[in-house]
């Protein structure tokens, strides 16, 4: 407990803060998504709730993976399908797996679900979601995000406390944050679809992270796992396309509004 207070710990309690919040972007996303399953009324209670408990359960997480983390690199079965298909996977592979999967599907689903409706108000008349079942998938997701976050903290300490206040802190902070996400994807709805790319981007990253973990290969090609430098160059990369086509779609559209108003002086003159 005194370490935690010494300059060392209090540094590697802000910077474990610091990775948490980052590492929890993409969770928000998530979180912003699945919320609005839910009636309107029941969407920020969902949010804390879910955060909430999901803290708990990290912590729980946190202790659990200080205690058995060899058993999660342990390998549980191998799969060869001569050239085709070859890997050996681990509890800490799958559950990869199955998380990168399942955001990707999510994502997938709700592109093509934007895509299809033909007016905009039809996007949120589907049937609304429990706010139990929308509860148990963010804090579902949540714990398959906290693998990685658990992960790096174990990199810069193995000090219970200090991991567990940055668990604390950077949950309340995620909390704080939920709502403003929602609400800004709420109002500018232009950028739900850079959202739901963004969050495909995070599924594509932790599949490959998790047949890296697993030493797939396919056809021969070991499968490497995404950087996070090479994510968040392609996170800037979306948001930055995002902003410059908007902005020039703005151009577009003053520019035709200028050719209407033109050729309707145009008619007016030639009639008078």
Do not use: C
Not at 19 to 25: N, P
Not at 190 to 207: A, D, K, T
């Amino acid at each position: 407990m005194g370490e935690m207070f010494s300059l060392h710990g209090l540094f590697t309690l802000a910077m474990l803060i610091l990775l948490q919040a980052v590492l929890g972007f993409d969770n928000l996303l998530y979180i912003s998504i699945e919320s609005k399953r839910v009636t309107e009324e029941k969407q920020a209670y969902v949010r804390k709730m879910g955060i909430g408990l999901a803290i708990a359960l990290r912590i729980i997480l946190l202790v659990v993976v200080m205690g058995t983390i060899q058993k999660f690199q342990d390998p549980l079965f191998e799969v060869h399908l001569g050239k085709a298909f070859d890997g050996v996977f681990n509890l800490h592979a799958l559950i990869t797996l199955a998380g990168g999967g399942f955001i990707l599907y999510t994502a997938v689903k709700e592109i093509h679900h934007m895509l299809s409706i033909e007016h905009l108000e039809e996007h949120h008349d589907t049937k609304p979601k429990s706010v139990n079942a929308a509860i148990f998938w963010i804090v579902l997701m949540n714990l398959v995000f906290s693998f990685d976050s658990i992960l790096s903290a174990m990199a810069l300490t193995h000090n219970m406390y200090i991991m567990s206040t940055a668990i604390i802190a950077s949950g309340l902070l995620m909390i704080y944050l939920a709502d403003h996400v929602a609400e800004f994807l709420k109002k500018n709805r232009m950028y739900e679809v850079l959202g739901l790319f963004i969050l495909f981007i995070v599924g594509v990253m932790l599949v490959s992270e998790g047949g890296h973990l697993a030493h797939v290969s396919l056809f021969g090609q070991e499968v490497h796992a995404m950087t996070k430098s090479t994510f968040y160059f392609v996170l800037i990369v979306l948001i930055v396309v995002d902003i410059v086509q908007g902005r020039y779609q703005k151009k577009l559209a003053m520019q035709r509004q200028r050719e209407m108003e033109r050729a309707k002086e145009a008619t007016g003159e030639a009639h008078a």
